[in-house]
């Protein structure tokens, strides 16, 4: 039976991701434990593996059954065709918090070093931690924010700021406030990028929690024109 089912699924490879996709939890660990390489390799239009699609859909039963395999390390490194590892895909997915913990114990188990191996730019520039954010994925940049460099990759876009400056682009007060909390990170809130603080980014972009939130941290001086309103009370 097994030997039936693993010449099936590898004649009909759409068919594991179509498990996966609807998420036959039964078919899909049947199929996993016969599956063999070809089909472990093969990729759909998105270039996901198998594995990976199961990491972008957050299909806890399936990577469980996935990592009880044995020699799979090859595939934990697998990035699709946007250049994404299982990281990038995680980010993109609020519920994602159980396979977070479950793919960073299987690493730490192995002794994988997660920063070296997956702290990684995709094609768009944005490593997993500055996904999260931009998803305003709050469980995922903090599992992220320990693995990750906390400087932001230079494009022309972002050219000069920092990791606090892309947090105030993306408008989440409560990640900005975590992040501020780290000591690492409080030194970037007060850096000027080419052109302004994340002070002064929060009030051109008017997030105005924010905004009030960084002016405490970092008191502003105050302008002449308020100071002379002062005077004049």
């Known amino acids: ?14 068919l594991f991701y179509h498990a996966i996709e609807n998420n036959y939890s039964d078919l899909i660990t049947s199929f996993v434990s016969v599956a063999g390489q070809k089909l472990l390799e093969h990729r759909n239009d998105q270039g996901d593996t198998p594995f990976l699609y199961g990491i972008r859909l ?7 059954a996935f990592l009880q395999r044995e020699n799979i390390n090859e595939y934990i490194y697998d990035v699709n065709y946007q250049g994404q590892n299982i990281f990038h895909l995680l980010a993109m997915n609020n519920d994602s918090n159980e396979l ?12 994988i070093d997660i920063k070296e191996k997956f702290d990684r730019i995709d094609d768009d520039k944005r490593t997993p931690l500055q996904i999260a954010i931009s998803k305003h994925n709050f469980s995922a940049m903090r599992h992220l924010i320990k693995y990750s ?25 409560m990640i900005l406030k975590y ?41 502003q001086p105050k302008l002449e024109c308020e100071e002379e309103i002062s005077d004049n009370e």
């Open 149 to 173: 460099d906390k400087e932001i990759v230079q494009t022309s876009d972002t050219l000069g700021e920092n990791l606090i400056h892309f947090t105030v682009r993306y408008g989440d007060l």
């Open 58 to 64: 957050n299909r806890v039963i399936f990577i469980q």
């Open 100 to 111: 977070f913990e479950l793919i960073i114990d299987y690493l730490d188990r192995n002794s």
């Open 1 to 14: 039976m097994l030997r039936t089912s693993r010449l099936f699924i590898i004649q009909r490879p759409e």
């Open 179 to 219: 992040l501020l909390e780290n000591e690492d990170l409080i030194e970037q809130g007060n850096r000027s990028s080419l052109t302004m603080t994340p002070y002064q980014l929060a009030i051109h972009l008017k997030h105005d929690d924010m905004k009030e939130y960084l002016e405490k941290i970092y008191p």
